[in-house]
């Protein structure tokens, strides 16, 4: 009891939480581990052509978006629900961005360019830090720096793309206005994340706090990031003409049917 309280979720008393979890939600765990096999096999099957942009780019956000899916079924497991929706958040922005890439050499280009943008906007909080202490020069060579940067992209005219534009490209406008929406609430930490930390009486006024595992929606994430990352990954793999026919589509038949099912929970 000491070590649950004391150290919770880095305690030794969390081990039994893991097998309560993967038990309770047996069919969204169980497609998770059957996607991510399937899709490290898959992967090695990619080459990409350094010369072609939405190659580079592409491959590159792979390993993203599957990081994110397997941190999100790693903290599920563990009852980190709120933290599991920020890396379902995650697995669902790098979807956007790995679609519209995969679809258009310009939104590659774009995506690359946008990372001036963003220098720029690093300078610019480093330039107005007020509780570092820097000589005079070292103060000037950042000025000046943030100056050529802003110079260059305004000369450019280049835009940072927002996840709205990629969700927008990539054809998945509906998932940013419904599941990406609803997964930055837990980014964000807006008072409706919030309430999932409250006890409630019968009035609706907070009678204790929730410190611990928890199961909210533990479904809907896992399954929700589960389809972002197979349509990711078909966009991969068309981009790279890796044959995914039958795999690919048992695994969507497969989710598709644990969707349609009555829920878990």
Partial sequence: MSDSIDRMFLGTALAGVIPQMRQKYRDAFDFAEALNEYSNKKLLEITATRTN???VTVAALVPRLLTAYQGCVLLAERGLA???TLLARKVLEVTFKIVAIAKSEE?????????????????KKLRNLTTVTRTPEEQQSIVRLHL?????????????????????????LDYYNTAYAYFSQAAHATVRDLETTLELDLDGDPVAFRYGPSEQDQPLLLNTASEAALIALGAVFELFSVETTAGLRHLHRRLQNMLQAPSEA
């Fill in 53 to 55: 942009k939405r190659h």
């Fill in 107 to 123: 939104t590659a280009t774009r995506y690359i360019e946008a990372d001036e943008v963003s220098r720029r906007e690093i300078l």
């Fill in 82 to 84: 709120s933290e599991a």
């Fill in 148 to 172: 050529e940067v802003a110079t260059a992209v305004n000369a450019q005219k280049l835009h940072a793309p927002t996840t709205r534009h990629f969700a927008e490209w990539a054809g998945l």
